[in-house]
């Protein structure tokens, strides 16, 4: 009943740029924070960043002064513009939503399939 899809990763080398795309779909009536997180190949999913409704942002501190997020309250959708990309930024990257279906329903998270982000030395 929700999809989160992302889109924008792929393949590029170090120092370049990229911006990942997350956009909510489904029975949505409310979405609160939502956030990127990544998992490298043999290693555990790690935080990169969230913002909640009226902008307030958290990054790791892998990524501060590097990645930004954002998001389109009117699209349901999250975006990670990410700069200055390090071989240690590749990881399949996820998108993260806390939201409702209903006036009064649960706050539940979902997570989306992810998309692949390569950085090359």
């Known amino acids: 009943q929700v999809q989160l899809v992302e889109s924008g990763g792929g393949l590029v080398q170090a120092g370049g740029s990229l911006r990942l795309s997350c956009a909510a779909s489904g029975r949505i009536f409310s979405i609160s924070t939502m956030g990127w997180y990544r998992q490298a190949p043999g290693k555990q999913r790690e935080f990169v960043a969230t913002i909640n409704t009226v902008g307030s942002t958290n990054y790791a501190d892998s990524v501060k002064g590097r990645f930004t997020i954002s998001r389109d309250n009117a699209k349901n959708t999250v975006y990670l513009q990410m700069k200055s990309l390090e071989p240690e930024d590749t990881a399949v990257y996820l998108c993260?939503?806390?939201?409702?279906?209903?006036?009064?329903?649960?706050?539940?998270?979902?997570w989306g399939q992810g998309t692949q982000v390569t950085v090359s030395s």
């Open positions: 993260q939503a806390y939201l409702r279906q209903t006036l009064g329903g649960l706050i539940s998270d979902y």
